[in-house]
């Protein structure tokens, strides 16, 4: 017998188990299960939009001079018992902003900050600015779903739109802490270096110690290439024959008498 036929009706076979004594004992579960039965069957639902490429695989089809009377393990690999992927605009949005500006994914962000907001019913994104939420990407995703749901715009429109806006704010903010800094900075203030000027610093150092080693490395190897021409110089000096020599044997070949 098959138990993963009848896997669903747990009841009916566990009685049946009982009854013929493979279970000698009823589980604890069995009498609440049996006073308040299951409404419903789990058993899996195809969706609608499936029945066309399931109805194409149970008929026979005819290949050649045969008759395809099986599934090949190909045929199988259909996502009809699968969950739909959830699919959501907002995300899309997200996708589209981050990739055309990747540094704002640098952007430090506290997992926290969404704790009591997540829903946003307590923000009015008639405006991008809100005072209960730091301007991020995020600010440009809903804005521009408020633009699209009520003032009717399309959605590349409303995000052109959204995100200038953003860049106007982002704009504003920068300035802003500059002039502020620059104010304290007058007044006596004094900032430590971030750790991004640090790390120059370090890699500046660095670089000065690898530029003092490679001039002195280059000094040397010069100086063993100018040794070695020299070298091969002299030797041709010495083992290169003499012009007098050279016409004299030439006067020589042409009388016929031996060289001395």
Do not use: C
Not at 20 to 41: D, F, M, N, R
Not at 63 to 89: A, H
Not at 166 to 195: C, P, Q, S, W
């Amino acid at each position: 017998m098959n138990t993963s036929k009848g896997a669903s009706d747990v009841l009916k076979r566990t009685s049946d188990f009982l009854r013929s004594g493979l279970v000698k004992e009823q589980p604890a579960w069995y009498k609440p299960v049996a006073y308040h039965p299951p409404k419903q069957a789990q058993h899996k639902i195809i969706r609608p939009e499936k029945f066309s490429k399931l109805r194409k695989l149970s008929v026979p089809s005819k290949s050649g001079d045969l008759y395809k009377t099986r599934l090949t393990p190909d045929d199988l690999k259909l996502d009809i018992l699968k969950p739909q992927n959830l699919r959501f605009l907002e995300d899309k949005i997200r996708n589209v902003f981050y990739q055309q500006h990747p540094w704002e994914l640098a952007d430090p962000k506290s997992l926290i900050e969404n704790e009591h907001i997540i829903d946003n019913k307590n923000q009015n994104w008639s405006h991008m600015r809100q005072l209960t939420k730091k301007l991020d990407g995020e600010s440009v995703v809903q804005r521009t779903l408020y633009l699209v749901q009520n003032e009717k715009l399309n959605l590349m429109q409303a995000y052109e739109k959204a995100k200038y806006e953003y860049y106007r704010l982002k704009i504003e903010e920068e300035t802003d802490m500059n002039v502020t800094r620059e104010e304290h900075e007058m007044f006596g203030a004094v900032y430590d270096k971030t750790v991004v000027e640090q790390g120059f610093d370090k890699e500046t150092e660095v670089i000065k110690k690898w530029k003092v080693r490679a001039l002195e490395e280059t000094q040397v190897l010069e100086a063993r290439l100018s040794n070695m021409s020299s070298d091969l110089g002299g030797e041709k000096d010495t083992q290169a024959p003499d012009e007098d020599t050279l016409f004299n044997d030439l006067e020589d070949a042409e009388s016929g008498e031996p060289t001395q």
